[in-house]
């Protein structure tokens, strides 16, 4: 173990997974109270059209998926407010949109494309020194915001209406969720891939939610669960030699089946008291 910890691929992709677990385990606490989860599947699903463009013009595959990502939140958050289509239609045009754009692009780019298939499905292991430095960066500055005004987006997230109420835009601070929210899916590409990102915002918190019983709790759980499924995940992947992003989530998944089994007899035993 101790060798492997001296491998500076491995300490990279710990560094960078640690970090995006707290993150995006965190924002997954107000993806689920404001059930966002299609959101941050369709803003994923996107971006492999951003990801696309930077390898066509040879700009940083990482950089113009987060530029396209962030513009494609922005879009929908304008649709939602001067359409009358539900929030769901506009996210599924766009998502389809977006991916089948960046089929398109792919397309017109000869040959094997490895970075195109990382995008796809992750590659921790591969994650560059650049990468590691957006990454820290920009996770701490989404993790400072989501600090510095958490009552409001929890406010915000259990009731709208109360938020407005409280004297603060709501209008506002949802764009600004979409933002962050559309940021830290884009750094979590880079661990799991497109297909599988979101998976780490929903699992956590919904293995949390079944053994806290606070707010607060909820928070704890959910940030140790996630840093303990991409630890695990990571360290079981590179022995067994299988894709790391497949096995961070399948970890999460199983912890909270395990979770689930729990809580369901302890339920069961306080009936029968």
Same mark, same amino acid.
């Given at each position: 173990?101790?060798?492997?910890?001296?491998?500076?691929?491995?300490?990279? !992709? &710990?560094?960078?997974?640690?970090?995006?677990? *707290?993150?995006?385990?965190?924002?997954?606490i107000f993806v689920t109270l404001?059930?966002?989860?299609?959101?941050?599947?369709?803003?994923?699903?996107?971006?492999?059209?951003? !990801?696309?463009?930077?390898?066509?013009?040879?700009? /940083?595959?990482? &950089?113009?998926?987060?530029?396209?990502?962030?513009?494609? $939140?922005?879009?929908? @958050?304008?649709?939602?407010?001067?359409? /009358?289509?539900?929030? #769901? $239609?506009?996210?599924? =045009?766009?998502?389809?949109?977006?991916?089948?754009?960046?089929?398109?692009?792919?397309?017109?780019?000869?040959?094997?494309?490895?970075?195109? *298939?990382?995008?796809?499905?992750?590659?921790?292991?591969?994650?560059?020194?650049? #990468?590691?430095?957006? =990454?820290?960066?920009?996770?701490?500055?989404?993790?400072?915001?989501?600090?510095?005004?958490?009552?409001?987006?929890?406010?915000?997230?259990? #009731?709208?209406?109360?938020?407005?109420? $409280?004297?603060?835009?709501? #209008?506002?601070?949802?764009?600004?969720?979409?933002?962050?929210? !559309?940021c830290s899916l884009v750094l979590?590409?880079?661990?799991?891939?497109?297909?599988?990102?979101?998976? *780490?915002?929903?699992?956590?918190?919904?293995?949390?939610?079944?053994?806290?019983?606070?707010?607060? $709790?909820?928070?704890?759980?959910?940030?140790? *669960?996630?840093?303990?499924?991409?630890? !695990?995940?990571? &360290?079981?992947?590179? @022995?067994?030699n299988l894709p790391t992003g497949?096995?961070?989530?399948?970890?999460?998944?199983? &912890? @909270?089946?395990?979770?689930?089994?729990?809580? /369901?007899?302890?339920?069961?035993?306080?009936?029968?008291?």
């Amino acid at each position: 173990m101790v060798e492997l910890l001296q491998l500076p691929f491995m300490q990279r !992709a &710990l560094l960078a997974g640690l970090v995006l677990g *707290i993150l995006l385990a965190y924002l997954g606490i107000f993806v689920t109270l404001r059930k966002m989860a299609f959101f941050s599947d369709g803003i994923a699903h996107a971006a492999l059209a951003g !990801a696309a463009i930077g390898l066509l013009t040879r700009f /940083s595959p990482l &950089l113009s998926a987060l530029l396209f990502s962030v513009l494609l $939140a922005v879009l929908i @958050f304008w649709l939602e407010k001067k359409s /009358s289509l539900s929030s #769901d $239609a506009i996210i599924g =045009i766009l998502f389809t949109s977006g991916m089948a754009l960046g089929v398109v692009l792919i397309s017109l780019r000869q040959g094997y494309q490895p970075e195109l *298939i990382g995008y796809l499905f992750g590659n921790i292991l591969a994650i560059r020194r650049l #990468d590691l430095a957006l =990454i820290i960066g920009l996770s701490l500055l989404v993790m400072a915001f989501i600090l510095i005004h958490r009552r409001k987006l929890t406010l915000l997230a259990l #009731d709208r209406e109360m938020a407005y109420m $409280a004297g603060f835009n709501p #209008d506002l601070y949802q764009l600004l969720l979409y933002i962050m929210l !559309a940021c830290s899916l884009v750094l979590g590409i880079r661990v799991l891939g497109i297909i599988l990102v979101s998976a *780490i915002l929903i699992i956590p918190v919904s293995t949390a939610r079944l053994v806290s019983r606070s707010f607060k $709790a909820l928070t704890w759980w959910t940030v140790l *669960i996630a840093e303990f499924t991409v630890l !695990a995940g990571l &360290l079981i992947s590179y @022995f067994l030699n299988l894709p790391t992003g497949a096995v961070i989530v399948l970890t999460g998944s199983t &912890l @909270f089946s395990l979770a689930f089994i729990a809580s /369901s007899l302890l339920r069961k035993r306080r009936l029968r008291r």
